[in-house]
């Protein structure tokens, strides 16, 4: 299905926050608290790099960001496609 078939009429532009509730179907507290899972796991894996020039375990930057591990490998395994 289009974007354009699921976004409601009479708008001619949607917001890109609308664009990606209809993609994703989360509410705004979920997309933030995923956008600021990510920023965490994101900043403690490139401090961890920056202290010690190696690429860090994932547990090792769950534990520093303080999210699941899980997380950190959904992110990592997310990231691993635009490369």
């Given at each position: 299905?289009?974007?354009?078939?699921?976004?409601p009429r009479?708008s001619?532009?949607?917001?890109?926050?609308?664009?990606?509730?209809?993609?994703?179907?989360?509410?705004?507290?979920r997309?933030?608290?995923?956008?600021?899972?990510?920023r965490?796991?994101?900043a403690a894996?490139?401090?961890m790099?920056?202290?010690?020039?190696?690429a860090?375990?994932?547990?090792?930057?769950?534990?520093?960001?303080?999210?699941?591990?899980?997380?950190?490998?959904?992110?990592?395994?997310?990231?691993?496609?635009?490369?």
């Open positions: 299905m289009s974007e354009a078939a699921v976004l009479g001619a532009v949607a917001h890109s926050s609308e664009v990606q509730m209809v993609e994703t179907g989360r509410s705004d507290g997309n933030r608290r995923a956008a600021e899972t990510r965490k796991i994101i894996a490139k401090e790099i920056a202290e010690t020039s190696t860090p375990t994932v547990v090792a930057v769950a534990k520093r960001a303080d999210v699941s591990v899980r997380s950190v490998s959904s992110i990592l395994a997310m990231l691993s496609h635009f490369s």
